[in-house]
Structure formats: structure tokens, C-alpha cells
């Protein structure tokens, strides 16, 4: 069984949605940023802090490409992974990919609720605008990679919507 693919923008769901939906469908559950901070023995946080971003990208692209090809996972990315290197052509030849889209108005709600401050490219001390300014920019960014995946949803989506859309393309 093919390997599930969650990209999107940090704060979009991906972990929170991926948990549910590994769970339901009988998946394994997989944080590539937690894979990333167990195999570099530091938060992704300090990796960005000490190592640079250009280090940390390299290890992302390598994680993704050591995990287990059709294992029936479900893979939460960090949200700069279908960004870099050829990391989106990797991931949708490997499994599904799907795309909580949420758009930056939200993403910023869901950051200012958040008591997480680990996102080293969202600086949360900033003015609101200033962050909001950030997150657009990103998203304009990152848009092209994400609207390459397989599936394109709203972020806000439950798991029992995301089953059925995964279930009628699985009759197609």
C-alpha cells in the first residue's frame, strides 16, 4: 500500500490530521520533523540556530529519502520539504501526496493560539503584521511545490471528509 504524503504550510495540520488519519486507515504515523530531531540529537529549532538552514534542508531531503517505500505510513512533512532538491518529484513517486491548504489569515490564527514557538522560519515575537506579511510570503513561495501534489484539500477538513475523498479516488 502506498505511502501518504501531508505537505502544507507549518501550522496547516499536517501532524494533528496525520495522527488521525494513520489511526483510522491502520497507517503508521510519521513526524519527519521528529525523525530529523532524533537523528541529529537537537531540536530543528537549534539545527536552523547552529547547523544553518542549508545544512538542515540537506538532512531533510535525506530522512525523506530513507523512509520505507510502500509501508503504509502516514508521513507529516515539514512544510519547507516539497521545496527543495527534487523533494516533490521524490514524494509523488513514492506515494499520495496531499495538501491542507490553509490559507495565511488562518495559519496566523492557529500560530497566535499555539503555545509552540519551534517554527525557526515564524518568528511569533513579531508584530502581527509582520508575521502575517511573513506567512504570505512563504505561501506565495511555496504555493507552485504544494499545487503539484495529488490531492489539494482545505486544511480545515476532518479525517471522515479526507477519507472520502481518498476513498472515492481509490474507485477512479
Known amino acids: 500500500m502506498k505511502n501518504i504524503f501531508l505537505i502544507g504550510m507549518p501550522s496547516s495540520g499536517k501532524s494533528t490530521l496525520g495522527r488521525h488519519l494513520a489511526k483510522r486507515i491502520d497507517y503508521k504515523f510519521i513526524d519527519m520533523d521528529e525523525l530529523i530531531e532524533k537523528q ?11 547547523k544553518g538552514e542549508d545544512y538542515f534542508r540537506q538532512v531533510e531531503s535525506k530522512v525523506l529519502k530513507e523512509i520505507p517505500v510502500d509501508q503504509k505510513l502516514v508521513i507529516a512533512t515539514g512544510g519547507g520539504v516539497p521545496c527543495f532538491f527534487d523533494n516533490i518529484d521524490y514524494i509523488k513517486a513514492n506515494g499520495t501526496s496531499i495538501f491542507l491548504n490553509v490559507q495565511p489569515e488562518d495559519l496566523l490564527k492557529r500560530i497566535q493560539k499555539s503555545d509552540i514557538n519551534h517554527r525557526p522560519l515564524i518568528n511569533r515575537n513579531t508584530s502581527e503584521e509582520s508575521l502575517l506579511k511573513n506567512l504570505q510570503e512563504r505561501c506565495a513561495y511555496r504555493l507552485p511545490f504544494y499545487q503539484q ?17 481518498l476513498d472515492e479516488i481509490e474507485e477512479k
Open 40 to 50: 541529529e540529537l537537537m531540536s530543528v529549532q537549534e539545527i536552523f540556530k547552529y
Open 149 to 165: 501534489a495529488d490531492i489539494q484539500i482545505d486544511g480545515n477538513i476532518d479525517v471522515d471528509q479526507l477519507l472520502w475523498i
